[in-house]
């Protein structure tokens, strides 16, 4: 089974980047689709980037990130990354690296990391 491993998060003020990252404990990332996902206190879990298991890499995005995030993967590393900038307080919520067997961006997950926290301060 693939396990997942979120590392990166942390504090940052408003403004301020993080590049987060997510190790596969096999090689993934151009064998499922993936994507990034967050979840902040009282709401649901929310979709914010995905990647395709395609040569060059479909990318996705959600409009909470658009713009100002980058997903990208590096095979040999078997790593998964988000790159986030002009963070903002809003932004502040455990994130999860995920991936899936079936093509898509949407529907089900089959593994998920454990969760980060990304925590943005005023």
């Known amino acids: 089974q693939v396990q997942l491993v979120e590392s990166g998060g942390g504090l940052v003020q408003a403004g301020g980047s993080l590049r987060l990252s997510c190790v596969a404990s096999?090689?993934?990332?151009?064998?499922?689709?993936a994507g990034w996902f967050r979840q902040a206190p009282g709401k649901e879990r929310e979709f914010l980037a995905g990647?395709?298991?395609?040569?060059?890499?479909?990318?996705t995005y959600s409009d909470s990130v658009k713009g100002r995030s980058t997903i990208s993967r590096d095979d040999a590393k078997n790593t998964m990354y988000l790159q986030m900038n002009s963070l903002k307080p809003e932004d502040t919520a455990l994130y999860y690296c995920?991936?899936?067997?079936?093509?898509?961006?949407?529907?089900?997950?089959?593994?998920w990391g454990q969760g980060i926290q990304v925590t943005v301060s005023s």
């Open positions: 995920a991936a899936k067997k079936v093509a898509g961006f949407q529907g089900a997950y089959d593994y």
């Open positions: 990647i395709s298991w395609s040569g060059g890499g479909v990318t």
């Open positions: 096999e090689r993934t990332f151009n064998n499922y689709y």
